[in-house]
């Protein structure tokens, strides 16, 4: 038999090489490593269907600890291997791949497509109560923040706390649920640092908003506030602004003693060209409501508006909760339109845009104190025709009185109505006893209808 060449010998050597490490990286490509998991199931020498065969063969039941502790077990299985996870164990293989064998031990957590999630939800829940129970006692982190107090934007720095966190938790447990055992070790809760991006944003936005002005129009005057004398102390967290606006109390006082009109009483000049001084305690009028005038200011800085107008912020008494006579500045802001009505000389006077359009008698309350017509300067609250009056005479008995005119102008029942049952209209009826009305302004029937139609909603009724 004729010799090999050294020639040949080496090629036949290369080739039997090459035939080995072929053979071996197509094993290699197709096998999992000796000492390789799939969530803690071996599949150390098979290939990825082989390795899915034995997962859907040895469904894991779940143990979660937490801290050690067990907190959930099932013996039912939360998560379950099918022929739609075969990608997942292909990708299995390919991240333990080594071109040479290897025995390094190796679990590949992987998440099947199907998952309980009623026991999921179940797991979630074991967790989160023994966190929370975790944390009793211990103490809360707590964020940094930007605030604006005493006129200047700065950060509050952060303060540790030994609280734990559930943070990653969940993930963890969907992402390692087919292994069965879990161990969780949550981690303290990191509180939001000074130099996060949230807190220079909110230290961003408070700044802006501390350069900003604005112009608030009470009727006919204007006064420009700025930041300072609307805010005390303003933050800005999860991108809304939370205001205390006690800085602004003091100006809405000014501009109510200066301006508003409810609870004083009106120097008022009348029929008869004598300048009198009213009763405060009638319900005309309109006053600025700090509590809203804080929140239209601030919303006007946050929007940046140069000019809001007051109208909004009023508050008044009686049945209109709104406020009466603020767009009213003539007269004192009595205007032009308004019902007078004199108790001594038991008369009417009744004015549209500053012309006399009725002059009547009329019968107030009976002179006592259960009675009399009220004093101050009231509104009409609203009209009605016809209409029936109810309440309780000195006896204590009830009536009820058919009207064909009623303008209330008082929430204890006072206004204008005719009294066809009334005969005595002379100018002492109203002194004697039983002789007036309840406190309302009778008029005579011949005349109520005519005052009726002069009279219109929130008009001012001044009685002195």
């Not at 038999?1 to 020639?7: A, N, P």
């Not at 939370?242 to 609870?263: M, V």
């Not at 406020?323 to 009505?341: H, K, L, Q």
Request: hydrophobic share 30%; net charge positive; aromatic share 8%.
């Amino acid at each position: 038999m004729q010799k090999l060449s050294i020639k040949q010998l080496i090629i036949i050597t290369l080739c039997l090489l090459v035939l080995v490490v072929g053979c071996m990286t197509i094993h290699q490509r197709r096998h999992f490593n000796k000492n390789v998991k799939i969530d803690n199931v071996a599949v150390g020498g098979l290939t990825a269907k082989q390795a899915l065969k034995k997962l859907q063969d040895n469904p894991q039941s779940p143990k979660i600890y937490v801290n050690n502790e067990l907190v959930f077990t099932d013996k039912q299985s939360v998560a379950k291997f099918s022929s739609a996870d075969k990608p997942k164990i292909v990708n299995a293989l390919h991240s333990q791949y080594t071109f040479f064998p290897s025995s390094k031990v190796k679990n590949i957590a992987v998440k099947p497509q199907s998952i309980n999630q009623d026991e999921a939800s179940k797991i979630d829940q074991a967790v989160s109560q023994k966190v929370t129970e975790l944390n009793n006692g211990r103490k809360a982190p707590v964020d940094a923040y930007a605030v604006y107090e005493n006129g200047r934007v700065q950060v509050k720095p952060a303060v540790g706390g030994t609280q734990y966190s559930l943070d990653g938790l969940h993930n963890k447990v969907e992402n390692e649920i087919a292994g069965g055992t879990i161990y969780l070790r949550p981690v303290y809760k990191a509180p939001l640092s000074a130099n996060s991006k949230t807190v220079q944003n909110e230290k961003a936005k408070l700044e802006e908003l501390s350069k900003r002005t604005v112009t608030y129009q009470v009727q006919n005057k204007k006064y420009q506030l700025n930041c300072g004398e609307i805010i005390t102390r303003a933050t800005y967290q999860n991108g809304k602004y939370h205001f205390d606006t006690g800085a602004a109390n003091s100006k809405i006082d000014e501009i109510n003693n200066t301006q508003a009109t409810l609870g004083k009483s009106f120097e008022f000049k009348t029929h008869d060209g004598s300048v009198i001084k009213t009763a405060d305690a009638g319900s005309y009028g309109w006053k600025i409501s700090k509590k809203q005038a804080g929140k239209t200011l601030t919303n006007a800085l946050v929007a940046n508006k140069q000019t809001v107008n007051a109208k909004n912020d009023i508050y008044g008494k009686g049945y209109n909760q709104q406020g009466t006579g603020y767009n009213t500045t003539s007269n004192n802001g009595i205007g032009d339109t308004y019902a007078e009505v004199s108790l001594a000389d038991q008369h009417a006077w009744f004015y549209k845009d500053g012309k006399c359009v009725l002059s009547t008698d009329i019968v107030s309350g009976t002179n006592n104190k259960g009675n009399e017509t009220p004093k101050g300067v009231w509104y009409i609250m609203y009209q009605q025709t016809p209409s029936v009056l109810r309440g309780l005479n000195d006896d204590g008995s009830k009536y009820a009185s058919k009207v064909q005119y009623w303008s209330p102008f008082t929430d204890s029942g006072c206004g204008f109505h005719d009294a066809s049952w009334r005969h005595d209209w002379s100018k002492q009826a109203y002194l004697a006893k039983g002789g007036g009305s309840h406190g309302c302004i009778n008029m005579h029937p011949d005349v109520a209808g005519q005052a009726f139609h002069d009279l219109q909603k929130n008009e001012p009724v001044i009685i002195y």
